[in-house]
């Protein structure tokens, strides 16, 4: 596996994955993919992975901004999706923590996340790349007529913004 900068021409591949995550029901709120113009603005221009097997798209991670406002510069928010046919093979454990060193290297010091408490597998990824349960984010949004709640997790960087 490889880990290298996400290309526009990655993002067919990008977006297959995304989608393949949105269908399972506990990825996120979205209900389709976002198209390259929705997907572009959304994520920062920096720290943007992905992971390549056999020159195969497998994985892709990058980095939100939450806020506008200058205080919460250092602080952005996480997207991590694993192909359905990749998953359970370290692919999203790899991704995260090039994510994480990327960020350091850009000035961020905290990464956020928050993960529906269904997706035992990203919690525990997160987990085990520093970030920390920050509390639960109860009935955050409807999904299907439901409300769903969300783990909210963050990882404070030891060497950036200390």
């Known amino acids: 596996m490889i880990i290298r900068k996400l290309l526009k021409t990655d ?3 990008v977006k297959s994955i995304y989608q393949q995550g949105i269908d399972t029901g506990h990825a996120t709120f979205q209900e389709r993919a ?6 572009d603005k959304y994520t920062m221009n920096v720290c943007r992975l992905v992971a390549v097997v056999n020159d195969d798209v497998v994985g892709w991670a990058a980095i939100s901004t939450v806020s506008s ?4 510069v250092g602080r952005a928010e996480v997207s991590i999706y694993v192909a359905a046919a990749s998953r359970d093979s370290g692919i999203g454990y790899a991704l995260l923590n090039a994510l994480a060193r990327c960020s350091e290297r850009e000035g961020i010091w905290t ?3 928050s993960i529906f408490p269904e997706n035992h597998a990203s919690i525990s990824i997160h ?3 520093g970030f920390k349960v920050v509390g639960v984010r109860e009935k955050l949004g409807k999904m299907n007529n439901e ?3 969300l783990i909210f997790m963050e990882r404070r960087s030891s060497s950036v913004g200390v």
């Open 69 to 72: 406002r200058c205080v919460y």
């Open 127 to 129: 987990k085990k790349n």
């Open 11 to 13: 993002f067919e591949s």
């Open 147 to 149: 409300w769903r709640d």
């Open 34 to 39: 976002k198209d390259w113009d929705e997907w």
């Open 111 to 113: 990464l956020e996340s």
